[in-house]
């Protein structure tokens, strides 16, 4: 089992909190700023789970999760997706679910809960 988890988010302050959190744990995590970086790079890499900011510059998180689903690379398929967004609206969450996301999680990031989320799908390395 692997360990590598991608974030894609635009926001340098959340990204930090995330990559200080996971590799407290013992996770590597790969970063994309943008949607089509983030695609990119879960096609380039080897990618256990996807953390998926909803709102970003380019294409938004609903359209990065359906690209992501629909690749060419076969395993992306099952790869978890956690859409992580301040979208609190009603339906936000089964827009996201809709898109191809395994959950939905909002933001401010609750460190705890990001662990518990994340260990659900991919077991700490440190455990």
């Known amino acids: 089992m692997g360990c ?3 974030y894609i988010e635009d926001n340098p302050d959340n990204m930090m909190l995330v ?6 744990r013992g996770y590597k995590l790969l970063q994309a ?7 990119s790079v ?7 789970l996807i953390l998926l900011d909803i709102n970003l510059p380019d294409i938004d998180g609903y359209e990065v999760a359906r690209k992501i689903r629909s690749s060419s690379k076969h395993a992306l398929v099952y790869v978890p997706i956690i859409a992580v967004t301040a979208n609190a ?3 936000d969450a089964e827009k996201a679910l809709s898109a191809g996301c395994d959950v939905y999680m909002s933001k401010p990031i609750n460190i705890r809960e990001l662990w518990a ?4 799908f991919v077991p700490s390395p440190q455990k």
């Open 19 to 24: 990559k200080r959190a996971l590799e407290a």
């Open 33 to 39: 700023m943008t949607g089509l970086d983030g695609v």
């Open 4 to 6: 590598n988890i991608l």
């Open 42 to 48: 879960a096609e380039n890499e080897e990618v256990d």
């Open 117 to 120: 989320r994340v260990e659900a």
């Open 89 to 91: 609206l009603k339906g």
